[in-house]
Each structure stands twice: as C-alpha cells, then as structure tokens.
C-alpha cells in the first residue's frame, strides 16, 4: 500500500480554502497511485479553531466541506480531521474526529480520546473524551487510527488514566496513523520523536505522523511529520513547509531508515520566526510592516527577521530619536538600514516630548522628573507608529523580549504595542544567540556594536538596563526556573541564586501580570509562553 | 445542628489572609454554638488561581493553610475547600477538594467531579475529576457534600455523563452541603435558584449552597448563599457582601420559608460593578482613579459608579478637549463634575495634535485626513491620562462599552486603555438603562442631556455614531445574537435583520479580534464577556 501524509498550513475558519488545498492533495494523490492519505489534526477548520467550535455554523460548514471532501475520496481513502457532532444527550456535543473517507463517502470516525487541556491546550473546553475503541479495516490493514495526545500518555507522571493504544493493539493492527495539531516549541521535535518511538517500541508497529505546519497568529506548526519504525529509526518530513510525501508501505515495515542530523535551536527559532511573521501577514492579507529602530539588539534583530521573512522592499524601520538617544544608537541603527537595503524613516520625537511637558508641567509643580516621564517618551513613540502604521498601512511589529515583558521592564501603551510579538518568547540572553546565529547566517547584517553594547532603554541620561535590573544571565536564569520549571522561590534560592535578588524578581515577576495581559501576541517558541499558555489572576497577592 | 455559611471576600494567593478570615470566622461560629461551618470552594487559595495551581509551592502553601485551619477545629467542624494532590500516578496532580476539618485535623477529604471547563472556566486544566463516592457522617447526620458544578448536570443538554449525588443518594444523606465558587452575571442567580431546586426536589432533601463574594479582577463573585428546601422555598443571604449566618437544621428541614422579592437586573449590575471597582482597588493597594470625562454617557456612567465605590475624594476626571470637542460636552462634563464634587482637571489636547501633525506631515504628504488623525486624537490623550496616572498615582479607568469593543469602534492605545473596563460587558443600550437606573437611585447625577443627546467619539467635525454603524437597538440586538448566542448569520438574519447589516456587523467583530487581543480585563456582569471567557483566534478567516 502507498501511504502519503500531507503536511499543510491551514487557515482556520477558511472553509473553501481549506477544503480546496486537501482536495488538491487526494487528486494529486491519486494521480501518484497512493491508496491513503492522510491529513492532519481538525484540518478542516485549522487548529485552534477555539471558540468558534460554539457556533453550531461553524460546525454546519465543518460537515459541509466534509462532505465535499468525501465525494473526492473514490479510488483512494483519506483520513481527515475534523469536529464530529455527539449523537449521545449526555457530555460535550463534540468530539474531535478523524474521518475515515473512502469510496466517495464518510466510512468511519475516530474520536480522540485524551484531550489536552494545559499549558495552550483547551480542548476539554470543547469537546467530550471517547471512549470506544475501533481499528479502521482498509484493503486488508488494519490501522490503528488516533489523534495527536491519543500518543502521549506514557510518560513517568501520566495526564491521563488510559492509553487508546492499550485497546486498539488488541486488534493487532499493521501500522498505526496518528493526526496531529503539535505546534512548534524549541525542544519539541525531540519529546515528539521520544513519544514515537516509546510508542513504536511499545506497541511494535510503524508510525505515521502527520503534523500541521504554518502559524495561526501564535501558535507556529513546524510540520515534521514522520514514520517511526519499531526499531527506532525514522522518516522525517520538512519543518515549517508544507509537504505532501508518500510511502510504500512494505518499505515502512522493514525499518532501518537512514538518519538525518538534527537541526539547531537556534536554526529552528529563526525558521518559527520567519514562519510567524509570514503567516500572519499572508493570512491577514497584509505586505508591509515597520517597526522602532532604537539601535539596540531587539529591534535589531526583529528588523532582520522581517526583512527575511517579508523581503527588504516591505519593511521600514523607524528611528524615533530623543534628546537621550546616544549618537551610537542612531549610527548602528543607520549602519543596519544600509545593510538591509531598506527604506527608513527618521522622526525626532523632542518636539512632541516638549508639548507634553508644557501641558503637562503645570499638573506636576514640585515633582521630581521620573517614570512618568520615561514612559511619555515610549508612548510619544508608540503613538508616531501607528500614526505611521495606520495612514500607510504598515503592521507594527512589537520588539520586547521576554525578559523584560516578565519584569515589567516596558512602558504599556509605549514599546509594549504592536501587532505582535516577535521575540516575546525569547530571553534576553537568547536574543543575543539568535543575534549570532542570524549574523552567522546572514552575513553580519546586524552590526557588532549593537550586539557589544550594553543594553538601554535610553529614557534618561546614561541609563543602563543594569542600573534597575540584575545581569541578564542571572535574571534570565532564575526567570527560566519560575515561569518554565514553575519553581518557587525556595527551591530557586537553593538552586545557589542570590535571595534577595529571587523575591525581587519573582514579585516584579506577578506584579507586571497586568502589563502582560493588554500585550500583544507573542510568536511562541517555548514550552512556556507568555498569553494564552500562561494564565494568572491580575489581583493576586502570591510573591508580590 | 447548629450549620453556619460563610460567605467570605478572599484574595487569590494571600494565603495568610485568608487563613486568617476563616479562623476567625471558625472562632466566632464555635463560640454562638455552630457546630458545622462551611466555607466556599478553593476558600484557602482563593478563585480563580488559575496558572498559580501548577507551583508546588502554591499546593504547598494551600497545605500548610488546611493544617492551621483544622488545628482551629476544636468542638466545631469545618468543610473548606481546598486543592488537594492527587495520591495516584495517573491523571491530573491535583483534586478540587472540600476538606472536612474537625477534632483539630483533616478527617475526609471529597474532591470535586464536574470540572467546568468552559467560558471563564478551565478547571480541567487542573483537576482530575473525581470518581469515588463517599458521604460525610458527622454528629449522627449523613452530609451529601459536593462542590459547585457537582449539581449542574440536570438540564435538558447535560454536559457530562454522570450526576455526583446520583451516588451519593444512595447512602441516605439528611441533607446536602455545595461549596461553590460562581461568578455574578445579571442572570445568574436565577439560573443558580433553577438548579438548586431542582436538585433539592430530585433529590429529596435540604440544600446548603455557599458561594464567595467579592471581586478577582474580572470575575465577580455576588455571594446569595442560600439553603434550598425540597418544596422549593428558600433562605437566600445577601449579595456582594461577606456574611456569615448559621442555620438550625431542624428548622430547615421543615421548609416552607418566608420569600423575598428579586432584585432587578440593573440594581444587580451596580452593585456588581462597584465591588468589582471596590475590590480591584482595595486588592491592589490602589486609592485613587482616574479618568476622561468626555461629556458622553459612557464616561458618565463610569464617572458616578467610581465616585459611589471609592468617594469622591478618590476621584480625578479628566476632561480632553480637542479642537472638534462640542461646547455642549465641555459644559455637562463639567456640571457632572460640580453635582458629583470632585476635583478635575482640563487639559486641551489641541497644541499636542499640532505638534504630531507638524511632525508626520512631511510622511504623509497628499494623503487626505482621516482614522489616522482620528487615532491620534484618542492616543494623545491616553498619553495624558496615562502620565497623570504615572505621576500622581491614579489608576485609569477604562470606558468602553460592549458594543464598541465588538465592532473595533474604538482607537487600540487610545480609548481602549485603563487598568480594567467597567463597562465592557454593557452593550451600548444596557449603558442607557444603566444610566437611567443610576440617575434614579442617585439624585440624577448624570446630567440629562448626556443621555440624550446623539452618541458621537467626537474625532472629526459632527461625527456621529450613527454614521458608520447601525442604531444601537439593531447593532446590540445582534450583537447578542452572535456573542451571547453563538447564532450564525443565517440564523440571525431569519430573525428579521438585514442581512447586509448582519454581515457587516459579524465581519466587523471578527476583525475587530486583534484589538480585543490587547484590552484591559472588564468587569464580567452576563453570560459572556469579552476577555479570558471568550477565546477566539486573530488570523481566523470566518466571517470575516
């Protein structure tokens, strides 16, 4: 049997579109004498569909294109995921399906039976946990057919309370096909290949994987779709691009497949990064995106980023200098403009600054010059952009990183804004290795000085972000153990950090929460992402 | 048997306050001759912890607080709720438990079954749902106690397959304890009243049904504790407000209590509205607020609840005039400010637009004015408010209503801003019968020609609202259609609305995603709020 596992970018909610792609894909398929293709994860609608899974429409044009799909589906079977109704009165109205379609009609459904619900996962939200158990019988196979988490229960703390492989194995399948929706995080191909294989050796029977691939907003799907041999040995698909690769099925079973080198952290992040900005843009339908060029790291490297991901000609970078800006900043920031071969603009913001001040300075007799005045520089910015952004429709692209997102080290309304966040899941430190990596890359279009400086926000003479903040590899580190690891202070200090300095971060940590909540989206690149993965209460009083 | 509710203000994460409410509470109740008390569900941690469950140093602190608490529980018993671990190497790590205290200790522990995992609710996240049934047994009674969505599975669509007290019944409890945390909408308390007797009548027996009080940034918690008798009479206690009252069983057994009239809708979203005011500020440490006053009923609105939660003396509006700023809205913005005796400021904005537009006229050269001046209007003067809050220690108060934060009808770093939303859950019209209802309740302190006057953002010269969106009756009549009742916009145009206008409308909602995305927590009064409750994707393609 020819097996092929189509790796696609979906556009959630784009019905004709989606459904035009995967009918593509059968009748290509087709063309090449495959017998089965599979499809991945709600690939329908596009994952994560969230809340649109309410609306009984939604679902209606689910069933529709379904439908549609199945009347392709002669002289080939395909496996495609999407919402499947609950006949049953009791539990959820859903289930989240893998439709078995074949000789034009829909012949199966397959429910997935453990739902994912942490971290950016809300699928107990929607759907209702399955609980029968059936192989799908197809040209005399037996496929034990489940849906991405189905895999993902045999680790030392299991989640759940069963494993769907335990009950379909006692059919004796000849291969397994899993559906996917696995978005990207830096080290999650690598848990992804362990689930695998743990299952391949566990079960004895090849794997099909097949993952999305493309960004819907956040959310970035490196595809990497695989077959995973009992022996341990894989095939493994391309990251980020859409793919359609076919199989032969006796090959499969025989294993032994050659093994390729692994791709770098930091090779992957740039790869995500790009694919976030792409996506958002193709999807939104938008082509140009500025940003703030300050001539420090972040906006640096954001700078390179979409000049990669969106091409020179669609990118402007704008210097919006103040009386504290250092004659560096505006040099190393022209030197990258000339590098990069994009047009800029250069908008001095003192003038704005000084009307401020005069409508201002009467309400603030007898106060010291402070933070307010430090964030009316940001927000005179953050306002210049989107004045900018919003008469020659160019995206704004937010440029804070994560260590300063989890401090509060931003001004809300000011450096905080954008469409989205680029680096927002990347710590300071990371910033400075994806610096290199890109300099690496790229040839050096991100000037040294940038990258040796020291860092600054430049809102007052001579400021240093090490004047308020420890050493970035220090804040960076205590940062990973509280928000990555969720470790408490206690377990943090005895990890050798310095007291005072934990209780500090970690209050500052929960007291930017409201900071964090009115920030934009942030391309996720982690286990542990600010936004949607990372819920907590504004008013709380736990370390803070 | 004396049987005591308590129905308490907790504060998420202040472990050593809130430990400290309930051991006071316990005390007080032994010493009147309670021999039962019971406190709301996760009481020790407060609700919604949310992400903060997932620290075992959190869970460890949770711990430390049950062990106080049942130390108190001498010649008294107590039914807290708690986070409790789950002793099993499958699942969830943790239980939604009531602990049941007394004789100085943990005596039986009973974890919560329907996990609600829905609208502001992510319980699954946490949880593991419980399995095993046991009753408490306690000075001779046998207490069917559950906790909060244990009972909500007796409606026509049940969202889960089994009932809690189905087995627990089965053991002949005298009566039933549901400790339970339930956030406020308009009509909730009547659908609580529906289940509550549905489940005494079922089930044969009396209800104790304890809730919390007291707002947690966004979710408002109404108290109306109340015990529930089989034929249907019942004893409620007293909304927004902590209150403790013990109940004599045999007395409540015996049914047939005196009722008391409901309250109205809009007396209820006061008071929802002034505690959420009140306890954001009080939680946070915060003692002044600030605000535009623009001479429109929504600030209006937001101006009177301010005043009447934090006193006039905590309260600054602010009026911004511009250069398109009607005399009409300087002079009832003005004579609200004399009738509601507070200090003000006016700050005109027009030299600030002078200095922006001296700035980008050179970059926008031939292009003719618009959203983008429009914007910048809204943006300078959430620069203003925001550096008044920096600098003289305000908290801004956001003045949205419901109806313009679902079309984007607002400037995203302008009028979107504030530290939370107290009207983003009122939809233009529920503002009018807001302002009706506070005028008459409050001696008219919102002038009359702020209500009647024809609603306008005042950006441009006589700009109206009606120039660009449909009445507020038609727009708010769908808007609920598709966001209170997910209908889709066949359904909706079945209903009798224009289509064009229906699909105008939803198209602009689903556009307007992004900027919801970046909004300010809102005070949630109905069924569904924007915010954490309501989860949809920006690059989505549907309807849109």
């Known amino acids: 049997m020819k097996i092929a596992l189509a790796q696609l970018d979906y556009h959630v909610g784009n019905f004709e579109a989606n459904a035009a792609k995967i009918i593509k894909a059968i009748n290509e398929a087709k063309l090449s004498g495959v017998q089965l293709i599979a499809f991945s994860e709600l690939a329908i609608c596009g994952y994560p569909a969230w809340d649109f899974l309410e609306f009984d429409d939604f679902i209606a044009q689910c069933e529709k294109s379904i439908k549609t ?75 034990a057919v489940s849906i991405c988490e189905d895999l993902w229960n045999l680790s030392e703390d299991p989640l759940y309370t069963k494993n769907p492989m335990d009950f379909l194995i006692k059919e004796h399948p000849d291969f397994a096909i899993n559906i996917a929706a696995s978005p990207f995080s830096f080290s999650h191909d690598a848990s992804r290949m362990a689930v695998l294989r743990n299952n391949a050796k566990k079960y004895n029977i090849p794997f099909f994987y097949v993952n999305h691939t493309g960004a819907q907003t956040e959310l970035i799907f490196d595809g990497a779709s695989m077959v995973v041999h009992p022996d341990g040995s894989y095939l493994k698909m391309s990251f980020f691009e859409e793919e359609i690769r076919s199989f032969d099925l006796r090959k499969i079973k025989e294993g032994n497949f050659p093994q390729s080198d692994k791709q770098g952290k930091y090779e992957l992040i740039t790869q995500a990064l790009i694919k976030g900005i792409q996506d958002y843009f193709s999807k939104m339908g938008f082509k140009k995106a500025t940003l703030g060029l300050s001539g420090g790291i972040d906006s640096a490297v954001v700078f390179a980023l979409a000049v990669k991901a969106l091409g020179a000609e669609q990118v402007l970078p704008i210097l919006l200098p103040s009386p504290y800006t250092s004659a560096l900043s505006n040099n190393e920031a022209m030197t990258m403009v000339k590098l990069l071969g994009t047009a800029h603009k250069i908008i001095p913001i003192a003038k704005v600054m000084t009307s401020y001040s005069d409508l201002l300075n009467p309400h603030f007799e007898g106060l010291k010059s402070g933070l307010a005045e430090e964030n009316l520089q940001a927000r005179a910015r953050g306002t210049i952009l989107m004045a900018i ?12 990183n994560k260590s300063e997102m989890a401090v509060g080290y931003s001004t809300l309304y000011g450096d905080s804004i954008g469409a989205f966040s680029v680096l927002g899941d990347l710590y300071k430190t990371e910033v400075y290795e994806l610096a290199d990596y890109i300099n690496k890359t790229w040839n050096n279009c991100i000037p040294e000085l940038i990258i040796s400086r020291a860092p600054s926000a430049e809102l007052r003479p001579d400021q240093k972000d090490s004047d308020s903040l420890p050493d970035y590899s220090i804040l960076d580190a205590i940062l990973y153990q509280y928000i990555e690891n969720r470790k408490g202070p206690d377990e943090i200090i005895q990890m050798g950090y310095d007291a005072t300095t934990v209780h500090k971060i970690l209050k500052l940590v929960n007291q930017s929460e409201y900071k964090r909540f009115q920030a934009p989206p942030i391309l996720r690149v982690s286990d542990k992402a600010f936004g949607i993965g990372r819920r907590l209460p504004i008013v709380a009083k736990y370390l803070a």
């Open 69 to 143: 799909i199945a009347s392709h589906c002669t002289g080939i079977a395909a496996i495609v995921g999407g919402p499947c109704r609950n006949p049953l009165k009791n539990g959820k109205n859903l289930y989240n399906s893998a439709w078995f379609l074949s000789e034009g009609t829909v012949q199966q459904m397959v429910h997935k039976t453990l739902l994912p619900t942490y971290d950016v996962f809300d699928e107990y939200r929607y759907f209702e946990p399955n609980t029968q158990f059936n192989c799908v019988d197809y040209l005399g196979q037996k496929i």
């Open 389 to 400: 952004s919003n008469k020659l429709d160019y995206i704004l692209l937010n440029t804070s």
